[in-house]
């Protein structure tokens, strides 16, 4: 499985990667899950405590490959997002 960033016009598309995985820390994963959402790709935002299996000294590289493992045979679950309109409503009253 390949990852990909946010390339211009649908570079992610020409290369056939219709899915992305990737873990929620902090505030960082806003803006690329918001790219790549748009782009039309399946993303799936994955909690790190659920994908903490990893024994001994952990490193993002070492997170990145676990989720790389686990998300082509389906073990990933994604995070509740709610939609963004019902957000807007929800906090104008």
Same mark, same amino acid.
């Given at each position: 499985?390949?990852?990909?960033?946010? +390339?211009?016009?649908?570079?992610? $598309? &020409?290369?056939?990667?219709?899915?992305?995985?990737? @873990?929620? &820390?902090? &505030?960082?994963? !806003?803006?690329?899950?918001? /790219?790549?959402?748009?782009?039309?790709?399946?993303?799936?935002?994955? /909690?790190?405590?659920?994908?903490? /299996?990893? $024994?001994? @000294?952990?490193? *993002?590289? !070492? *997170?990145?490959?676990?989720? !790389? $493992?686990?998300?082509? +045979?389906?073990? +990933?679950?994604?995070?509740? +997002?709610? /939609? &963004? @309109?019902?957000?807007? $409503?929800? *906090?104008?009253?």
């Amino acid at each position: 499985m390949k990852t990909c960033m946010p +390339l211009p016009s649908g570079s992610c $598309k &020409t290369k056939l990667i219709h899915s992305v995985a990737m @873990e929620s &820390t902090s &505030t960082y994963w !806003q803006s690329l899950f918001s /790219n790549l959402h748009q782009a039309g790709m399946q993303v799936i935002l994955c /909690n790190g405590k659920f994908t903490k /299996n990893i $024994k001994g @000294e952990k490193s *993002d590289v !070492q *997170d990145c490959q676990w989720i !790389q $493992k686990l998300h082509p +045979l389906g073990l +990933l679950s994604g995070s509740f +997002l709610p /939609n &963004t @309109e019902y957000l807007r $409503k929800y *906090d104008r009253h």
